[in-house]
C-alpha cells in the first residue's frame, strides 16, 4: 500500500537584520544612568585612546563604563584624536564598550585601581559587514552555498546580535542537505524567534532527514495552527511522517489540521490512510468517506480511496 508522496518544499526569503551602527552620546563621568548619587564614584581615573587598526585616533568614539557591582555606569567620548578620560570613579571591576559609526563593538573587562592606571588602548576593526551581506546573499543566490556560509559566518562574528544570520546559515547547510548542522543553526536562530513557522518548518524537516522524529514532532508541536491560513502548512509535514514509517506521529498532527481545517479535503485522505497503516480500520473507513464527501470528483486521489474503501472489510 503505498501514498503519493508530496514534497515538503518551503519557500524560504532571507530576512536578514540591518547592522547596527553606533550613536555616540556625550556624558560626563559624573552623569549616572540611574541616580544621582551615584555607586560608582571614587577617587580612580582612568584614560585611554581609541584607535582604528591603523592605529588613527577615532573621533566622537562612545566608551560606556558599567561598575559591575551597582550595575550603573556613564559615558565618555573621545576627542578628535581618540583620546578620553574619566575621573572621580571608584576603583573595581568594570565592564566596557565602545561603539563607533563604521566599527565592530568590543566589549571587555576592565579592573580599575585607586592607584595611577595604565592608559587604555582599544583598537577598532572597521565594520565592513553591509558589503559582506550583500555579497553572501549573491553567492547564495548563485548556488554557491559554502562560499556564502563564510560570509555569513564572518558578520555573524562581528555581530553575535545579529541572530538572523543562523537562518541564513542554516539555509545554505540545509541546501547541501547537512541537516545536522543546520539544525545547529535553526535552532541558534528559534532561540530568538521561537514562534517563527517558517524556521519551525524547516527545522521539523530536517529532524526528519536524520530520522530524529520526536524531535521533528516537538517543532510541529509549536507551529501555531490557528494562526495558519492554509492545511497543507502541516498537512505536508504529516504526508512526510506518513512515508518515513510513522503514522501514529502523522495522525497527531492531522488531527490538529482537521480541527483547524474541517472543510479540507486531504488531511481527511491522509488520516485515513495512516490509520490503515495501524489496523485502526472503522476510523479510516470515516475519514475515507468524508474525504470522498469534501473532495472535488476529478480529485487524482478520490479513485484511491474508493480503492481503499473497497479492501476494508
Known amino acids: 500500500m503505498r501514498i503519493l508522496a508530496r514534497s515538503f518544499v518551503v519557500?524560504?526569503?532571507l530576512l536578514i537584520a540591518a547592522v547596527p551602527s553606533a550613536l555616540a552620546q556625550r556624558m560626563r563621568a559624573g552623569d549616572s544612568f540611574k541616580d544621582k548619587?551615584?555607586?560608582w564614584r571614587g577617587d580612580a581615573v582612568i584614560s585611554g585612546k581609541i584607535t582604528d587598526d591603523a592605529g588613527k585616533g577615532i573621533p566622537d568614539a562612545k566608551v560606556t563604563f558599567i561598575f559591575t557591582k551597582s550595575n550603573d555606569g556613564f559615558f565618555a567620548t573621545t576627542k578628535k584624536n581618540g583620546e578620553f578620560s574619566a575621573k572621580d570613579i571608584k576603583a573595581g571591576e568594570w565592564r566596557i564598550q565602545v561603539d563607533a559609526p563604521n566599527f565592530i563593538t568590543v566589549r571587555q573587562n576592565l579592573t580599575i585601581s585607586d592607584s595611577k592606571n595604565p592608559p587604555l588602548a582599544v583598537a577598532l576593526k572597521r565594520d565592513n559587514s553591509p558589503?559582506?551581506?550583500t555579497k553572501a546573499e549573491a553567492l547564495f543566490k548563485a548556488?554557491?552555498?559554502?562560499e556564502a556560509?563564510?560570509?555569513?559566518t564572518k558578520v555573524l562574528e562581528a555581530h553575535p546580535d545579529l541572530t538572523g544570520i543562523n537562518r541564513a546559515i542554516a539555509f545554505t547547510y540545509g541546501r547541501e542537505g547537512h541537516h545536522p548542522e543546520a539544525l545547529k543553526y535553526l535552532d541558534l536562530a528559534l532561540a530568538s524567534n521561537p514562534d517563527d513557522r517558517m524556521l519551525l518548518q524547516l527545522a521539523a524537516a530536517s529532524a526528519m532527514q536524520v530520522s530524529d522524529y520526536p524531535r521533528a514532532v516537538r517543532y510541529l508541536a509549536k507551529i501555531d495552527e490557528a494562526a495558519l491560513d492554509d492545511?497543507?502548512?502541516?498537512?505536508?509535514a504529516a504526508v512526510n511522517l506518513i512515508n518515513k514509517g510513522r503514522p501514529a506521529d502523522a495522525i497527531t498532527v492531522l488531527d490538529r489540521v482537521i480541527a483547524r481545517f474541517p472543510a479540507a479535503a486531504d488531511p481527511f485522505y491522509y488520516r485515513g490512510f495512516a490509520r490503515l497503516k495501524l489496523d485502526k480500520t472503522v476510523e479510516a473507513k470515516a475519514d475515507l468517506e468524508q474525504y470522498i464527501a469534501l473532495a472535488p470528483a476529478s480529485a487524482p486521489q478520490v479513485a484511491q480511496a474508493k480503492d481503499l474503501l473497497a479492501k476494508i472489510k
Open 149 to 152: 556560509r563564510a560570509e555569513y
Open 37 to 39: 548619587v551615584a555607586a
Open 11 to 13: 519557500a524560504a526569503t
Open 143 to 146: 548556488g554557491q552555498n559554502a
Open 231 to 236: 492545511p497543507a502548512v502541516l498537512a505536508d
Open 131 to 133: 558589503e559582506l551581506l
